[in-house]
T-cell receptor
Framework: DTGVSQDPRHKITKRGQNVTFRCDPI?????LYWYRQTLGQGPEFLTY????????KSRLLSDRFSAERPKGSFSTLEIQRTEQGDSAMYLC?????????????FGPGTRLTVT | TQLLEQSPQFLSIQEGENLTVYCNSS?????LQWYRQEPGEGPVLLVT?????EVKKLKRLTFQFGDARKDSSLHITAAQPGDTGLYLC??????????FGKGTRLSVIA
């Protein structure tokens, strides 16, 4: 399977704990994105990378959130001191430039539940 | 204020019926993408429309981009239970990140 993969698929944690999620993009894609989706909403942009450079961060991304893509391949999203409001589906997507711009392909997501 | 408004929010129809869902904005987009998402999974890209007035067909699905590139529609002919899911539209403006609507949740009953 050469699609976007995410690990873990599900994570249950207690409030105040730190969690880290991993995303492996489609191998030839140079852009990688993180989104958050809550019930009844569409995905909301958090941040994106072009190769290893983090080019944009949303105001949604508080200081407790940090993302890395150290070698321009896989990426990690860490949430420190989790809060109940962090419960959501965290989605990763990747893309590369084509004739019609950057089409994003999503992974299956990581469902986070903070108790 | 939602940049992209999708309507209806929910739609429940019988197998074999036709339907249209809408994605509207007051902003101009350089391109617009439609995705389908099933529960517990990530969105799956269906199509990208780029040119104002463009029509693209994907089997029984017809996508249209408005002439002014502010709106789009998705028409499904002879809906089947396998079409059930959350349909999301997402717009691109320049170098800004993809902006999603809240989606239309479609249920097709056999």
């Amino acid at each position: 399977d050469t699609g976007v993969s995410q690990d873990p698929r599900h994570k249950i944690t207690k409030r105040g704990q730190n969690v880290t999620f991993r995303c492996d993009p489609i191998s030839e894609h140079n852009r990688l994105y993180w989104y958050r989706q809550t019930l009844g909403q569409g995905p909301e942009f958090l941040t994106y990378f072009q190769n290893e450079a983090q080019l944009e961060k949303s105001r949604l991304l508080s200081d407790r959130f940090s993302a890395e893509r150290p070698k321009g391949s896989f990426s990690t999203l860490e949430i420190q001191r989790t809060e109940q409001g962090d419960s959501a589906m965290y989605l990763c997507a990747s893309s590369q430039r084509t004739g019609i711009g950057y089409e994003q392909y999503f992974g299956p997501g990581t469902r986070l539940t903070v108790t | 204020t939602q940049l992209l408004e999708q309507s209806p929010q929910f739609l429940s129809i019988q197998e074999g019926e036709n339907l249209t869902v809408y994605c509207n904005s007051s902003s101009v987009f350089s391109s617009l993408q439609w995705y389908r998402q099933e529960p517990g999974e990530g969105p799956v890209l269906l199509v990208t429309v780029v040119t104002g007035g463009e029509v693209k067909k994907l089997k029984r699905l017809t996508f249209q981009f408005g002439d002014a590139r502010k709106d789009s529609s998705l028409h499904i002919t002879a809906a089947q239970p396998g079409d059930t899911g959350l349909y999301l539209c997402a717009g691109v403006r320049g170098n800004t990140p993809l902006v999603f609507g809240k989606g239309t949740r479609l249920s097709v009953i056999a």
